[in-house]
C-alpha cells in the first residue's frame, strides 16, 4: 500500500519532466532555424528574455520575502540557467542537437554518480566513457564534429549539474519564486550580451513573435514543470528521467531539423542514455 501510494506521488512530477523534456527540444529544434538570422546570442535573448517576463507576470515573486540564503541560492541557479542556454545554443550552433545533449546530459550523469557509492555503478561509468569514446572525433568513424561545439556541450553539461543542485535547494521556495527569480537573473545576464550582438534586428515583429514562441516552449514551460518535478522527485531520480534527454534530442533533430545520425553516434547516445539511466536508479 505504501509502495502504490509513493509511486502515484511520483506519477505526475515524472510525467512533468518528460513534457518539459519534449517542450524544450522542440523549441530548440525551432531555434536553430533562426540560428543564421539573428545569431546564437540573439536567440538566446529572445528565450531568456521573453520567458523572464512571462514568468515574472505569471508568479509575481515579489509578493514573498526571501532571505540572504535563499537569495544567493537564486543568483547562482539563475547564472547557472543563463550560461546553460547560451552555451548549450552554442553547441548546437556547430554539431548536431542529439549528439549535443548526449554531451550535455554527463552533467546530470555526474550529480547521480556522487549520490551514491555502489561499486556495480562502475558499470555506469565505463558505459558512459565508452559513449563519450564512440561519439567524440577521436577515431575517424564518427565523421568530424567542431572541437569548439563539443567544448560548448561539456561546459552546458557543467552548468546543468550545477542547475540541478541548486535548483533543488531553490525549490522549496513558494509560489514560483525560484523559476521566476532564476530566469530574471539568467536574462540579466544574457539579454545584454544578445543585443550587443544581434543589434536591432531583434526588433523586426516576426522574429519576435518567434522568439516568443520558443521562449514559452523552452524556457517558460519546462522549466516551471522542472522545477515541480525537481520539488516532489528525489534528486537521483530526477537525474535518470533526464537521461531520455538526448534520444528526444536526436528525434527532434531527425524529424525537424533531418539531422541524421549514423548508426556509431546512435550508439553512442544509447550508452550515455543506459549509463545515466543505470546509476541513477542504483542510487535511490
Request: with cysteine.
Amino acid at each position: 500500500m505504501n509502495i502504490s501510494t509513493n509511486e502515484n506521488k511520483l506519477f505526475l512530477p515524472s510525467l512533468a519532466l518528460l513534457g518539459s523534456q519534449i517542450s524544450v527540444n522542440l523549441g530548440a529544434a525551432i531555434a536553430k532555424n533562426l540560428f543564421s538570422v539573428i545569431g546564437v546570442e540573439g536567440m538566446t535573448a529572445y528565450r531568456v528574455g521573453f520567458a523572464a517576463l512571462l514568468l515574472m507576470v505569471l508568479f509575481r515573486p515579489w509578493r514573498f520575502h526571501l532571505n540572504k540564503r535563499d537569495a544567493l541560492t537564486l543568483i547562482i541557479y539563475g547564472t547557472v540557467l543563463g550560461l546553460m542556454n547560451l552555451l548549450i545554443y552554442r553547441a548546437f550552433n556547430r554539431i548536431p542537437i542529439g549528439i549535443a545533449v548526449a554531451i550535455e546530459v554527463t552533467g546530470p550523469l555526474a550529480v547521480a554518480m556522487l549520490a551514491t557509492r555502489r561499486r556495480r555503478d562502475l558499470i555506469s561509468i565505463t558505459c558512459a566513457i565508452f559513449g563519450l569514446y564512440l561519439l567524440l572525433p577521436l577515431h575517424q568513424s564518427t565523421g568530424q564534429l567542431d572541437p569548439a561545439g563539443i567544448a560548448y556541450a561539456f561546459g552546458a553539461a557543467l552548468c546543468w549539474a550545477l542547475y540541478i543542485v541548486f535548483g533543488k535547494r531553490a525549490s522549496v521556495l513558494r509560489g514560483g519564486q525560484a523559476v521566476a527569480w532564476g530566469m530574471l537573473i539568467a536574462a540579466v545576464i544574457t539579454v545584454p550580451i544578445g543585443i550587443a550582438y544581434a543589434g536591432a534586428s531583434l526588433l523586426a515583429p516576426s522574429l519576435i513573435l518567434t522568439g516568443l514562441s520558443i521562449a514559452v516552449l523552452s524556457s517558460a514551460f519546462p522549466y516551471t514543470l522542472e522545477i515541480f518535478a525537481l520539488r516532489a522527485l528525489p534528486q537521483g531520480l530526477f537525474g535518470m528521467l533526464s537521461s531520455a534527454a538526448p534520444a528526444v534530442s536526436a528525434l527532434a533533430g531527425m524529424l525537424i531539423l533531418g539531422e541524421h545520425l549514423n548508426s556509431m553516434q546512435w550508439l553512442a547516445i544509447a550508452c550515455i542514455v543506459a549509463a545515466s539511466a543505470f546509476s541513477t536508479a542504483s542510487a535511490e
